[in-house]
């Protein structure tokens, strides 16, 4: 079986946050994870809103494999997506989503 790790951050107003634990798990495939992170995004929210807490960013990223120990990030070979949490709820991004953005956001600098 496959071997996700879900990273969280924290979504912030100030000094205020509101924050997940990271986890590392075994889902049954890319599915079943992405599946898993939504209810993690969905909870954070939730969290933020019984906090009285705004997003200024905050997401969960979902990455393939046990790599707990590693410094992830979005340009991680291992990077699957993420999910962008504000108080509209949460929206996914696929790796590929997320670099083509990130390219037109480069090439408008």
Known sequence: MPVYTIVTTTATQGKEEAEI??????????????????RMAEEMIEIAAQAEIDFDYSNIGVFEGDLIDEDLTPEHPSFKGLWVLDSQGPEYVTAEEFAAEEAEEGEEA
Request: proline content about 0%.
């Open 21 to 38: 634990n990271s986890l590392t798990d075994e889902f049954i495939d890319a599915s079943e994870a992405i599946g898993y992170s939504r």
